[in-house]
């Protein structure tokens, strides 16, 4: 049985006012205490529940009554609009044809086959690398900020640091459009060939100009839910993220900061001053064997704990 079935009904015992926790969850579902507790940590921290957890009934209410869970299913009539979309958008042959024939793949992904009573969405193969990519290109071209890459190509691996000005989306593949240097002419640079990425201190002097790409589809941030950190920090940030990641809840010196990648945001962590990494378990655990394992590397035996 799946964890959404799980958390669909977590979430009505909830709304019924019956102050559900991990050991009722487990027993529902015959599932172990440790299953249970990940099924609502996933519920806090990828589906951003507003689980409040209240001592005096021993289990967990809604800080939001106004929460809702995402729809995870497509009823019949939208299974037809979609198919029927995909159906004419695929037969398009005029203008920017290639382009509308891509949203009617993207569309008939969704499409109910002739055996099946409900269709669930589909989990696109979306590499978590270049969502977070994504995510950090977007910050940096929001706060005109440059960037420091390890880029891969035909050509091999290079460090470069260029400053990001778009999105773009040619040839079946995702780019950026980036000024190197000081060439004035824009790059194509391939998300998927970014390795590593973190923005550089200070705004970038360059004034994006107009060029061949500006009347390109230009692509857009992920629709992907991310994951979410719970950080306290020495002192309080300014702005709406802590070096690209974005900042999506504040209290005090704790931040909720939210990632894609866990291996670019574990990166993050590892040259990032920062005081408590207080939540998720599945994160602190991550870090302490990178640690542990930097610690193998320079033959020293301190253990993390």
């Not at 809604?62 to 929460?67: C, K, M, N, R, S």
């Not at 993050?268 to 590397?297: D, G």
Request: glycine share 4%; with cysteine.
């Amino acid at each position: 049985m799946s964890n959404m079935h799980r958390i669909g009904w977590f979430d009505q015992q909830v709304r019924a006012g019956h102050y559900p926790n991990s050991s009722l969850l487990a027993k529902q579902f015959e599932i172990s205490k440790r299953q249970a507790a990940r099924d609502i940590e996933y519920m806090e921290m990828s589906l951003r529940a507003p689980l409040k957890y209240v001592a005096k009934y021993r289990g967990y209410c809604y800080e939001d009554e106004a929460f809702v869970l995402p729809h995870l299913y497509l009823s019949e009539e939208e299974q037809k609009i979609l198919k029927y979309l995909a159906l004419r958008y695929r037969h398009y042959n005029y203008d920017n044809a290639e382009s509308v024939k891509r949203v009617a793949d993207l569309l008939s992904r969704f499409e109910a086959s002739d055996h099946s009573d409900g269709i669930r969405l589909p989990i696109f193969d979306a590499n978590p690398r270049t969502i977070q990519a994504m995510e950090l290109l977007s910050q940096a071209i929001a706060g005109k900020k440059s960037v420091h890459l390890l880029y891969k190509d035909e050509e091999g691996e290079r460090h470069l640091l260029v400053v990001p000005v778009r999105f773009v989306s040619r040839y079946h593949a995702d780019y950026v459009a980036v000024y190197n240097g000081a060439d004035e002419r824009q790059v194509l640079l391939r998300l998927d060939g970014i390795l590593q990425i973190s923005i550089a201190d200070g705004a970038s002097e360059c004034e994006p100009k107009r060029n061949e790409f500006d009347c390109l589809e230009h692509g857009s941030k992920p629709a992907r839910a991310p994951y979410m950190a719970k950080i306290r920090l020495s002192s309080p940030l300014s702005g709406n993220s802590w070096r690209g990641f974005t900042i999506h809840a504040q209290e005090e010196l704790i931040y909720t900061i939210a990632f894609y990648d866990t291996d670019s945001f574990l990166q993050h962590l590892l040259i990032t001053e920062w005081e408590e990494l207080i939540a998720p378990r599945w994160l602190k655990s991550k870090l302490q064997n990178k640690c542990e394992q930097i610690a193998q590397r320079l033959g020293t035996t301190t253990e993390f704990s």
